[in-house]
């Protein structure tokens, strides 16, 4: 069977219009913006409208024009569409095919969401790579968009301070035969035991939604900060490490370390643990808080289109997420 190397061929990424500030929330909550920058990196964050216009699937498609322009490919000419959420437009039907039909597609490609949390970025590019180099499919979108705004309890300070809305995609595609690109490890993994620490219990088949969760405010996410920093950092290091080894190579040859951007102090911890000098890491939780499945494909975004992250470096995301889920990938960009 001839295999193929799998390419980032275009990234893009959207940031809903309205910016709330640390300073913003000191109005509204018992917070400050130096405790929240202190103990989490974060300045600011997105909201996105209620109105419409920038649900997930809205941002997903304005990113997804910037991909394809970067890509220079059609949206017919995309194969599969895989849709990293937890904050889907609906619970039926699946938000990439409402992405499918916001693009004027015609091809019918296979349209998947993918409920992996902060790590469902990660989860996505690391399959459809298994697609791409078995030549079953040629060019995969996929997409890291959340309105997490939407899910979070905006009295509860221990909470809403994190999380922000935005989106971030990439175009993947088989490399040609004179570019070096190719997802050299790969990594996913899950741990169900920690599901306690970050979960919404409340809204599924278990548990609908009563009025009295309304009145309580159960329906948001619940979330142990304590724990999730202790694992996160822990799980981020392990499969950095198991990607490196898989590719045979070593910490000191990775150009840019891309992590999940849950906390500027879980990152630094992180970049410590692996000897990974901090001019090395992308951090922008400062601008956009934690968007969940969003964050590497935006950071990722953000430094190829500034320059710093360049055709042929070797990049590493890093993401862990709820559930516990957690995965890695190594690809020479
Ligand atoms: C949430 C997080 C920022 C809290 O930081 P922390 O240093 O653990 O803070 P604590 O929870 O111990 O709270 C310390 C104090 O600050 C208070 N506090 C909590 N939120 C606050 C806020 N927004 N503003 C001001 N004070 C706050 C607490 O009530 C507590 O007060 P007390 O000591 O009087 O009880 C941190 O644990 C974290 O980022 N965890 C990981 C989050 C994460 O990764 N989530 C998963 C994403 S995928």
């Given at each position: ?7 980032i061929k275009g990234t893009g990424m959207y940031i ?43 941002m997903a498609?304005h990113a997804t024009l910037q991909a394809?322009e970067a890509a ?49 970025f990660?989860?996505?590019l ?16 996929i997409v890291g968009s ?20 935005g989106c971030g995609v990439a175009i ?84 840019w370390?891309v992590?999940?951007q ?20 992308i951090?922008n939780?400062?601008k956009y808080?934690?968007t969940?499945?969003a964050t590497i494909p935006i950071a990722f975004h953000e430094a190829v289109i500034d320059g710093r992250i ?5 990049v590493?995301f ?15 960009y």
């Amino acid at each position: 069977m001839k295999l193929y190397n799998t390419r980032i061929k275009g990234t893009g990424m959207y940031i809903p219009k309205n910016r709330v500030t640390n300073i913003d929330l000191e109005k509204t909550i018992e917070t400050s913006d130096e405790w929240i920058f202190e103990r989490t990196g974060i300045r600011a964050r997105h909201i996105a409208s209620t109105e419409g216009g920038e649900w997930p699937s809205d941002m997903a498609y304005h990113a997804t024009l910037q991909a394809l322009e970067a890509a220079k490919l059609a949206p017919n000419d995309i194969d599969m569409i895989l849709f990293a959420s937890v904050t889907p437009d609906f619970k039926l039907p699946n938000t990439a095919t409402v992405l499918q039909t916001k693009l004027g597609m015609t091809n019918q490609c296979a349209s998947l969401d993918i409920a992996a949390a902060c790590s469902g970025f990660v989860y996505g590019l690391n399959m459809a790579d298994g697609l791409i180099r078995t030549g079953v499919m040629k060019n995969i979108l996929i997409v890291g968009s959340e309105m997490l705004s939407r899910e979070v309890n905006w009295t509860d300070r221990s909470i809403c301070i994190l999380f922000g809305d935005g989106c971030g995609v990439a175009i993947v595609g088989r490399a040609e035969e004179d570019e070096d690109s190719a997802i050299l490890g790969a990594c996913l993994t899950a741990d169900g035991t920690g599901k306690e620490f970050f979960d919404q219990p409340i809204g599924g088949a278990v548990h609908p939604i009563e009025p009295h969760h309304i009145a309580e405010g159960s329906h948001f996410m619940q979330m142990k900060g304590k724990e999730m920093f202790k694992v996160a950092t822990r799980t981020l290091a392990q499969n950095a490490r198991t990607v490196i080894e898989q590719a045979g190579l070593t910490l000191d040859d990775v150009n840019w370390l891309v992590p999940h951007q849950a906390n500027v102090r879980i990152i630094e911890t992180t970049g410590k643990l692996l000897g990974i000098p901090p001019e090395k890491v992308i951090i922008n939780i400062d601008k956009y808080g934690n968007t969940s499945a969003a964050t590497i494909p935006i950071a990722f975004h953000e430094a190829v289109i500034d320059g710093r992250i360049k055709r042929g470096d070797l990049v590493l995301f890093d993401a862990f997420g709820a559930g516990l889920t957690a995965g890695a990938t190594l690809f020479r960009y």
